[in-house]
C-alpha cells in the first residue's frame, strides 16, 4: 500500500540518487521473523537489491539490533567499507549494529572505549539472567546488550518485564521493548536515530523502512530532517506484530520483508 503522499516522496528519491540515502532495519524488515534469532536469514532478493541500490545511492545502510558482525556475514559491507557514516562511495553498504554501539569501518567492526567499558557489566548480567530467567524465556547475548525473549512463552511476559527492570535498576542498564521480547543496554545517546541522523546528514531525500519500537526513534530522525528541508519518506512494515503507532506514522505501509525488497527494487534505476 503506497499513499499518493509517499509516492510523489518516493519520486524524489529516484529522481536523484546521487543526493539521497535509503536505511533500514533487519529483523522483521528484511527478515521474516523467527522463534530462534541465530536462524535469521536475509529473505531472497535482500542482498541483491541493497548491492544496486548501493551503488546507485549516495548512502544505503542497515540500521539494527543485530550486533554488527552478524550484519557483516549475512549482508556484507559492499566492495569498498566505509570508514564513517558519511564517507560511503558508492557500492558501500553502510552497517551499524546494536543501535549503532558498533559498526563496520573498513570492513571491521568497532566499538568506541565507552561502549567497550561496558562489556564486564554485561558479562555480569547475562550469568545472572541465565540462572533467574524462568524457562520459557531465553537469554540472548549480543555483545553490548542481552535480549529476554518471551515469543514461544508469551503469558511470561510481565515475568520477563520484571525481570528485565529488576536487573536494570541493578546494573544502570536500561530497558527497550522489542518484538515479544526485552533488551538490556548501555545509557548511552545511541539509537536508530542517531544513526541515520548522521549518515543522512547533507542528503536531499531520505528513507527508512522498519516495523517494530526500535524504529520509531528512526522516524523521530526523519522528522528532524524533514524540518531541516529534506524530503523524507518513513516506511512501515506490516505484520501481525508491528505496533499501532508505527504503521500510523508511517508514510508508506508494506506487507512484510517481501513487500520490503519489493519497494527497494522500485527504487532502483532503470540503468543499474
Known sequence: MVPSSGDERLAALRSDPSRAGIFCDFDGTLS?????PSQ????????????????AYARVGVVSGRPADFLLRHLGPGPDAARDLTDAEHGTLLLAGLYG??????????????????????????????????????????GFTVVLHYRTRPELADEARALADRESE???????????????????????????????????????????????????????????????VRVGVESEEAPDELLERADVVVDGPDGVVELLRSLVPDDD
Open 170 to 232: 541493578r546494573s544502570e542498564l536500561v530497558v527497550g521493548e522489542g518484538r515479544q521480547s526485552l533488551e538490556l543496554r548501555p545509557p548511552l545517546e545511541t539509537s536508530k536515530g542517531t544513526v541515520v541522523a548522521e549518515a543522512a546528514s547533507g542528503l536531499a531525500a531520505v528513507c527508512f523502512l522498519g516495523d517494530d519500537h526500535g524504529d520509531l526513534t528512526a522516524f523521530d530522525a526523519l522528522d528532524d530532517l524533514a524540518e531541516a528541508g529534506a524530503t523524507t
Open 101 to 142: 554501539l558498533e559498526v563496520v569501518r573498513d570492513g571491521e567492526v568497532v566499538s568506541t572505549e565507552e561502549v567497550r567499558r561496558w562489556g564486564p557489566v554485561l558479562e555480569e548480567v547475562i550469568a545472572r539472567l541465565k540462572e533467574e530467567a524462568p524457562d520459557g524465556v531465553s537469554v540472548e547475548g549480543k
Open 40 to 55: 535469521s536469514r536475509p529473505v531472497e532478493g535482500a542482498v541483491d537489491v541493497l548491492a544496486a541500490l548501493a551503488r
Open 32 to 36: 521474516a521473523i523467527v522463534d530462534d
